[in-house]
């Protein structure tokens, strides 16, 4: 199983990125999924999850009304869309997905690491003032 972000680089504040997390090595159409970041010194943090449908989805406040995150079911692949980006989001942009074996209903969602079993190598996201 292999989780692969990109789309990350550096723009200016107020810019947008849009990252993508593709997965392979199994489906994970019917998974939540989840976005973290880490900055440098900092502990990693929740930033996105949607569930295996779409139809929900939580965010920090911290990007609350900035960033949207949604899926691609047929492509296994996820998406944050970050919008009005700030210096503070500089960081390393990870997504994650459970173990599979375990039933998820279609709302069901996770804003904690422990929720997640699989993470990809991260890509990095820079933000200038």
């Known amino acids: 199983v292999q989780l692969v972000e990109s789309g990350g680089g550096l723009v200016q504040a107020g810019g947008s990125l849009r990252l993508s997390c593709a997965a392979s090595g199994r489906t994970f159409s019917y998974c939540p999924m989840g976005w973290f970041r880490q900055a440098p010194g900092k502990e990693r943090e929740f930033v996105a999850t949607i569930s295996w449908s779409g139809g929900t989805t939580y965010y920090a406040d911290s990007v609350k009304g900035r960033f949207t995150i949604s899926r691609d079911n047929a492509r296994n692949t996820v998406y944050l869309q970050m919008n009005s980006l700030k210096p503070e989001d500089t960081a390393a942009y990870y997504c994650?997905?459970?173990?599979?074996?375990?039933?998820?209903?279609?709302?069901?969602?996770?804003?904690?690491?422990?929720?997640?079993?699989?993470w990809g190598q991260g890509t990095q996201v820079i933000v200038s003032s």
């Open positions: 994650a997905a459970p173990r599979g074996g375990t039933y998820y209903s279609s709302t069901y969602y996770s804003t904690t690491s422990k929720g997640y079993d699989y």
